[in-house]
């Protein structure tokens, strides 16, 4: 076993035996590892152990089996996030979707720091739903999906009205759009948009701002590149899909409160 420090974000826990507790944190050094708590409720870590904490920890990794919480420093808390019910279910997929794209003690530290980046800037105010398909697109890779969504796939040509092809994997140009009579028939600035998020900077995001019907269309064709690519089912994501019931619940109930109100 070794001992490290190391920032970490916690990604869930979950009950073992009577008072003990497995924690999943996704660490910056050590990768995605399970770790064992005992006497949760009464531990020195209680405070630091619930998902989405991003704290500094003093670890003790084991190469086999659990790893152990020695201690931890400095802690950042996402309140925002864990006030808002529609901020903190986009966040809790996130973590569920950076969970299910690598194995566990794969070191990772990039996808650890664009996690965390990611709910820093839904933490500040962003759009979670434009950072979240921002998110779904950049790790396609981890799942081993790679698809370019820059270029013509017969042609490789760049700036077109581009559409989507199954069939081929990659985009059609005008020209080519016989190729495939089952294409997708996007909106040409879904791919456009897509091509920019693989490589946008962070720096950058903040600078997007979508209009609600072109964020239903990413949202459309990004599940379907999942479900045909990835086949993933998260239970997270499908509160997410659910939740526009539970926004039309929230805003009648709004509604009614303030009408008593008066």
């Known amino acids: 076993m070794k001992t490290i420090d190391s920032w970490g974000l916690v990604l869930y826990n979950r009950p073992f035996r009577e008072e003990d507790k497995l924690v999943k944190i996704m660490t910056e050094k050590a990768g995605k590892r399970m770790f064992f708590v005992k006497h949760a409720s009464r531990s020195k870590v209680k405070s630091v152990i619930q998902p989405l904490i ?4 003093m670890l003790k990794i084991a190469d086999e089996g659990l790893s152990y919480i020695d201690d931890y420093r400095e802690v950042k808390v996402f309140q925002n996030i864990n006030e808002d019910i529609f901020k903190l279910a986009y966040a ?3 973590v569920s979707l950076a969970d299910a794209a690598i194995s566990d003690q794969v070191y990772d530290p990039s996808l650890f720091s664009f996690l965390v980046k990611t709910l820093e800037l839904m933490e500040e105010g962003l ?14 890779d981890r799942f081993g999906v790679q698809l370019n969504f820059h270029e013509c ?24 759009y016989h190729e495939d009579e089952r294409r997708s028939h996007l909106d040409p600035n879904v791919p456009y948009l897509l091509d920019r998020f693989q490589s946008i900077q962070f720096e950058d995001i903040k600078t997007i701002s979508l ?25 997270s994501k499908k509160f997410i899909d659910d939740m526009d019931k539970w926004a039309h ?8 409160s303030l009408e008593n109100s008066d």
């Open 153 to 176: 796939c017969f042609c490789h040509r760049v700036g077109l009205p581009f559409d989507f092809s199954h069939k081929f994997s990659g985009l059609l140009c005008p020209q080519h």
């Open 54 to 57: 991003l704290a500094e920890f």
């Open 211 to 235: 209009k609600p019907d072109m964020k239903i269309k990413l949202r459309h064709f990004i599940d379907q590149i999942y479900e045909d690519y990835v086949g993933l089912h998260l239970k």
């Open 127 to 140: 759009d979670y739903e434009v950072l979240t398909l921002i998110f779904e697109v950049q790790i396609l």
């Open 92 to 94: 809790t997929y996130l």
């Open 249 to 256: 619940v929230m805003d009648k109930g709004k509604a009614g």
